[in-house]
């Protein structure tokens, strides 16, 4: 099977190839890219990218497709068909099911599911403590065996500081990124952001300082064992300079970010809307100024979704009582794109925080467009409006604080592995 | 002016002139409970639900009389008799009660935003009568009414409001309303009672209590409240009492003509003194008499007359 | 818009005197005679009506306002009209109470007013003086003294006019 995609203005982020280029791309990998490729004879199939922007498909790093045990908020097969629409190719799905990630099997199981119903290649991550309880960590190397790509409590945080060391030193045997959810419990244990909004609308506030002791406490676990480690989701200004400040002699430090938090600020929760319940939760203004300029300034590596889809009615109550999330697959690529039209970074940056960088956090062989590489491939235009629906979102999470609102920029064609998982070009 | 509103959810959304017009329509409601008959027929054939998932005598009882008076018919229903204990969620709730075509569902829960989320899918007017920490919007139109009443005026005064700041719905809707009025609020507590950013609306923070009340127009207490761990941000009521609670002395120092508010249930001996409670500045029970007229006419306001 | 007037301001005056005088004969003097007028040009010509009986008998007969809105039989048919106060500072038990308004039409404004001064109290008698009665009643109420029986179709109109919130003084009819 052969594919030509034509007269796209192609942008590679890992090689900084920017211009008009054909690709051939032959069952699933790309096997040529040039100024101009005749169609191959035989059957082929033609795709017209012209007037389009052709890129590596995106991965994110982070998100939870909810299978086994909660399919009633997602499926593999829902949540990649979400993650094929909003672009992604590649996506690592956290281990907070149930049962949990924590064993052979249900990391077994993740593969084999997503194998066959996948519309994206799906990488779980492992648990790093049994049950994410925190007590004793979780046989990783079974996992390893099975097909973890990383490993993390994505959640909540390893509360015992010496175990959290045992999971940096022996995550070294295997090369696993090891992925921190910053979170002091005794410490947050709100609803939302403490801050000027929280002050309003009386619900319980979680301080910027419950995710930054954590930021500060892992990093400088990870200095002290020299092991890599990947801060997931910041939202504060304090995250970004502590990291910002790390990196200068510890170079291991990575970490990413997710849209709603250089999208939104705490405003959005004072009409308790339950879908802007997050965590950590929407921040102040200044937090996300930090932010986009962490992005700007590099501090912040990659862009990750944290989709959290949920069926309806946890969402449908009182605001203490909700559940935390945001359905994110949909709308992250389009509110990405914003950050380019309001100059925090160029259309290279940005795919680069969304293809190649987390390419390399996971050491996998994807994220660009090169001769060789796996075929995934994205075609969007940046330009098109568009109105967020969540009664049209492929993800069963319906639970988006966008709904209604006006975006930029479309993903309108999805390429998995050489396969077209989603197409909307016309 | 014309009145415009479905729901009264908050303070903080009302204009000066809307609070004005209410505190204008209590005036004329407030004489009917002095009268030898105190009832009006004003509101014949209309039903008022009270729906509190958190235990509360005052609050329901003024109501229930506010609405009675005004000839409403008046259904009580309180935590331990309502559906929440077998699982039904509140909107459930609220979606089964509109089926009985209420005009008004009074609502009073632990929870901040119950009360908007009831407005958002129910036709029925929705009242806030307290949701969590968040507002308490028709306590602090009755104190605003006292206020009225006692000084004459709204604006311009030196009001010092004591206790648990943070956790106090009753604060923050109080707060609101005086600083939209112009008034001088400072706000005194433990530091781990005042809510960090406080001073972003605009009122300032005063930890020791004889300095906060010098020369105030006006003390507001506030309850410790007991039974929402309020002692987890204290050591002791014992050492709060000694810290915070108001004492004839601290009265003295304030304005000559100070008034001392509280909006109940007090708990004497701790935040307040038997001999400020009962004492000549004390307007306790005036808040209470008023609280009857400014929900009549919310009452009246909300539910009176066609959309 | 046309507009005709029937009375203006020296008619108005002589009315309301001449009105003052039935009162006056009708109770045999101001012995426990009130007045109470519906807000709001009632209470303008309640007042006018006190000032004239003090100018014959010398003294003022005991004088209240009385706002009908909470008794309105179409409050919910409205848009929660404003509420004034009432204001009658005397005991209306046994007294004999001559409701002043300025037009009486329906009927429905007089049937409010008289079940808002019995929800106060038992007066010996109420009585109604109205500037004027234009007809098409809804309910059977009749006027004790009426200063000008004008019958008008009901595209009509009867505006009173009062100086002291008017600005001027008279009574027009306008087709509306």
């Known amino acids: 099977m052969k594919t030509l995609i034509r007269g796209g203005r192609v942008i590679d982020p890992k090689t900084g190839r920017d211009g008009t280029f054909d690709i051939l791309v032959e069952n699933s990998v790309i096997r040529e890219i040039s100024d101009t490729i005749k169609k191959p004879e035989g059957k082929a199939q033609v795709i017209d990218a012209s007037g389009r922007i052709v890129a590596p498909g995106l991965i994110d790093v982070h998100c939870h497709l909810r299978e086994p045990g909660f399919e009633y908020k997602e499926t593999i097969l829902t949540g990649t068909s979400a993650a094929a629409r909003g672009g992604f190719t590649t996506v690592v799905c956290m281990a907070n099911t149930s049962p949990v990630n924590d064993s052979r099997s249900v990391t077994e199981f993740i593969v084999d599911k997503a194998r066959t119903e996948g519309k994206c290649r799906v990488l779980p991550c492992g648990a790093i403590t049994r049950g994410l309880k925190g007590e004793e960590l979780a046989e990783i190397g079974e996992m390893f065996a099975a097909g973890i790509i990383a490993i993390s409590d994505d959640g909540r945080s390893v509360r015992n500081a010496g175990l959290f060391r045992k999971a940096l030193e022996y995550a070294k045997t295997f090369g696993l990124p090891v992925i921190s959810h910053c979170e002091d419990e005794t410490l947050s244990g709100g609803y939302v952001h403490e801050g000027t909004s929280s002050l309003l609308n009386g619900l319980e506030g979680i301080p910027a300082i419950a995710e930054e002791i954590i930021v500060e406490r892992d990093i400088a676990i990870a200095r002290y064992v020299d092991a890599p480690v990947h801060i997931t989701h910041i939202s504060t200004r304090g995250s970004v300079g502590i990291i910002e400040a790390a990196r200068k002699t510890f170079r291991k430090v990575t970490c990413d970010t997710c849209p709603h938090y250089f999208s939104l600020t705490d405003e959005a929760t004072l009409t308790f809307d339950t879908n802007t319940k997050v965590n950590p939760p929407l921040r102040s203004k200044r937090d996300v100024d930090a932010i986009r300029e962490g992005l700007n300034k590099g501090v912040v590596d990659i862009i990750a979704t944290d989709h959290a889809p949920h069926e309806y009615t946890s969402k449908d109550v009182e605001y203490d009582l909700a559940t935390f999330g945001i359905s994110g697959f949909e709308t992250a690529f389009a509110l990405s794109l914003g950050l380019v039209r309001d100059g925090v970074l160029d259309m290279k940056g940005l795919l680069a925080k969304m293809t190649i960088n987390p390419a390399r956090l996971l050491g996998i062989n994807a994220g660009t467009i090169t001769e060789g590489a796996p075929a995934d491939i994205i075609i969007f235009d940046p330009g098109i409006e568009w109105t967020v629906d969540r009664g049209s979102f492929a993800s069963k999470g319906k639970n988006t604080p966008f709904h209604g609102a006006t975006l930029r920029g479309k993903n309108l064609l999805t390429m998995s592995g050489g396969t077209i998982v989603f197409n909307e070009l016309k | ?307 | ?176």
């Open chain 3, 1 to 176: 818009m046309k507009k005709k007037v029937i009375l203006d301001k020296k008619a108005v005056d002589r009315t309301i005197t001449r009105i003052t005088h039935e009162i006056l004969e009708k109770n045999g003097g101001s012995g426990s005679l009130s007045l109470i007028g519906i807000r709001t040009r009632g209470v303008y010509l309640a007042n006018r009506i006190q000032d004239k009986i003090k100018s014959v008998e010398g003294m003022k007969p005991p004088f209240g306002v009385l706002d009908i809105t909470m008794y309105r039989d179409d409050i919910s048919k409205l848009r929660s009209p404003e509420v004034k106060k009432t204001e009658i500072p005397f005991d209306v038990n046994n007294m004999t109470v001559v409701l002043v308004d300025d037009v009486l039409h329906t009927g429905r404004t007089i049937r409010a007013a008289i079940d808002a001064i019995m929800d106060l109290g038992r007066p010996k008698k109420i009585q109604l003086a109205v500037l004027v009665d234009r007809g098409e009643r809804e309910l059977p109420i009749h006027p004790d003294y009426a200063g000008i029986i004008c019958p008008v179709s009901e595209h009509h109109e009867v505006l009173v006019r009062m100086s002291e919130i008017d600005g001027k003084e008279e009574v027009v009819i306008v087709k509306t």
């Open chain 2, 1 to 307: 002016m014309n009145w415009k509103r479905k729901d009264l959810l908050d303070i903080r959304d009302l204009s000066k002139e809307e609070i004005l017009f209410i505190l204008d329509t209590a005036e004329s409601f407030k004489d009917i409970s002095k009268r030898e008959i105190k009832k009006v027929p004003t509101l014949r054939g209309k039903t008022v639900i009270t729906l509190f998932y958190e235990p509360s005598t005052r609050t329901r009882t003024s109501f229930e009389i506010a609405a009675k008076r005004l000839s409403a018919d008046t259904i009580n229903i309180s935590s331990s008799t309502s559906s929440s204990t077998k699982g039904e969620t509140l909107k459930d709730t609220a979606r089964n009660l509109e089926s009985m075509r209420p005009d008004a569902i009074v609502i009073r829960h632990s929870m901040p935003g119950a009360p908007h989320m009831l407005a958002a899918i129910l036709d029925s007017s929705i009242i806030n009568g307290g949701d969590g920490s968040h507002e308490h919007p028709t306590q602090a139109l009755l104190d605003l009414y006292t206020i009225r009443e006692k000084k004459g005026r709204v604006d311009g005064l030196k009001v010092a409001i004591v206790g648990d700041i943070a956790h106090s719905r009753v604060a923050r809707s109080n707060i609101f309303s005086l600083k939209n009025f112009g008034n001088e609020i400072i706000c005194c507590g433990p530091p781990t009672m005042i809510p960090p950013y406080i001073e972003t609306l605009g009122v300032r923070v005063e930890y020791d209590l004889e300095k906060a009340v010098r020369k105030a127009d006006v003390i507001m207490m506030l309850r410790i409240q007991k039974e929402r761990g309020g002692t987890k941000y204290i050591p002791s009521t014992k050492e709060y009492s000694t810290l915070y609670g108001l004492t004839k002395k601290h009265v003295d120092t304030a304005a000559d003509d100070v008034i001392v508010m509280h909006p109940g249930p007090m708990n004497r001996g701790t935040e307040i003194m038997d001999d400020v409670a009962d004492g000549p500045a004390s307007v306790i029970l005036d808040q209470v008499e008023n609280g009857v007229a400014v929900r009549m006419a919310v009452l009246y306001l909300l539910i009176g007359g066609e959309a």
